[in-house]
């Protein structure tokens, strides 16, 4: 009797999670609001001198989304993703010995345009190509990482910076990225089934006359061009939901330290990274769910779900007094950026195709941090123009729930 193999694509989806999970994105979204104050306290910066370094960092994945798709079309996801996690790695030591502002700025700037190389676009590519019918599990089994490192960076800092100083809490984390993450996403990502005698989902590939059929099988689902997915509506529709989406959660995130201890509840520091770290895990239920469920449910109903979920979190966080209902907040707030995240990536392979993957999913990317960028400073003016640390939330929650009325236009292909 012999024993089945566990398919090589669920090892692929492993070293996708480590990487997802401690990339540069999830050190803004969770960890730099600790580092922030952390720096504040040191050198006196205000939250308007520090919030421009969360909005560099995400101006700089806006220029190289598009470029790194390109770059993984051509060189595949595991030299792709060995090379952000180096710069990445390097950065964060740079980042421990900086004394100035502009320091901040520009490092993190060049963190910004390293970081769809270390983030999500590499792997999700990778996994297009593994998986088919099982698809939404993969992608959101991968970005479950998220959970992790956005659970383990905000508390880690926070320790270590208590501990031994700001600086050797990103030492320690370069150190992780470098030593840890680097070799075992190495060893572990493949960039698709066929190297292997395998077509997606782990069927074996048939013989064929003529050349090989797994090549055939991938080509299949080549889809549409990066030209003609630029001429569609939903291509469009999808770029305005997380756009706005991205303005929402990042204006949040990014300032929690701010708006938590200012704001009804008047959180601690140590409260803040608490919440911090409930929103990271409640991402993980959003991923595995949210996938689970994209591959049987209605693509638009949960696209629509998740986004109305992100509103009503984000007015939570505007309107709770107490911290126990921050933290429900911050529950919601990770279950619905988790549930939405695996949305965008299963959307762009199941309507547009494989084929320009990385190129297509790039430019929905820079969308996306389009709106990232803005919101940290969105936030900042909108709280200083106002005098109040939750009327910007209750803009941002209102934009998020009228944007999902843009899903009601996406096509029949798309949502089905």
């Known amino acids: 009797m012999t024993s089945r193999r566990i398919f090589a694509g669920w090892v692929v989806v492993a070293g996708s999670a480590l990487g997802i999970g401690f990339s540069g994105q999830i050190f803004v979204a969770t960890g730099y609001t600790i580092l922030a104050a952390f720096l504040g306290s040191a050198f006196g910066w205000s ?52 004394t100035t502002i502009w320091q901040l700025y ?19 590519r990778a996994l297009s190509l593994w998986f088919r019918r099982r698809r939404g599990l993969a992608i959101g089994l991968a970005a479950s990482g998220i959970a992790l490192g956005a659970a383990a960076i905000p508390l880690g800092l926070q320790r270590f910076g208590m501990l031994y100083g700001w600086s050797a809490a990103l030492v320690s984390l370069a150190v992780f990225e470098l030593v840890v993450c680097l070799p075992v996403i190495a ?23 003529g050349g090989s059929s797994g090549e055939k099988a991938l080509a299949a689902d080549s889809g549409l061009t990066a030209g003609e997915a630029l001429r569609t509506r939903e291509f469009w529709l999808l770029g305005s939901v997380y756009f706005i989406a991205g303005l929402a959660v990042y204006g949040v995130i990014t300032n929690a330290a701010y708006i938590l201890s200012h704001g009804k509840a008047g959180l601690t520091a140590d409260q803040v990274a608490v919440a911090q770290a409930v929103g990271g895990v409640a991402v993980l239920v959003g991923r595995i769910a949210g996938g689970f469920a994209l591959d049987r449910v209605g693509t638009r109903a949960i696209a629509v779900s998740m986004t109305l979920l992100i509103a009503v979190a984000v007015y939570g966080y505007a309107a709770s007094a107490s911290m126990g209902m921050i933290l429900v907040s911050a529950a919601l707030l990770g279950l619905a950026t988790g549930g939405e995240g695996d949305v ?3 959307m762009v392979a199941k309507y547009f195709g494989t ?59 798309l949502a089905q």
């Open 47 to 98: 939250l308007n001198d520090l919030a421009p370094g969360a909005t560099f960092f995400l101006l700089g994945q806006v220029v190289a989304f598009p470029f790194v798709g390109s770059l993984l079309d051509r060189f595949g996801t595991r030299r792709v993703a060995a090379l952000g996690i180096t710069a990445f790695g390097a950065l964060l030591l740079a980042l421990g010995q900086i």
């Open 355 to 413: 084929g320009s993957f990385g190129k297509i999913y790039g430019m929905q990317g820079a969308v996306f941090s389009a709106g990232t960028a803005l919101g940290p400073v969105t936030y900042a003016g909108l709280a200083s123009i106002t005098g109040s640390s939750s009327d910007p939330l209750i803009v941002f929650s209102a934009l998020t729930a009228a944007s999902a009325l843009a899903f009601i236009g996406v096509g029949r292909r």
């Open 187 to 209: 060893w572990l990502v493949r960039d698709d089934p066929t190297r292997l005698g395998l077509t997606p989902d782990g069927d074996a590939i048939p013989t064929a006359e």
């Open 344 to 346: 965008l990536p299963f």
């Open 106 to 124: 520009a490092l993190m700037l060049l963190m910004g345009l390293a970081g769809p190389a270390n983030y999500t676009l590499p792997y999700l």
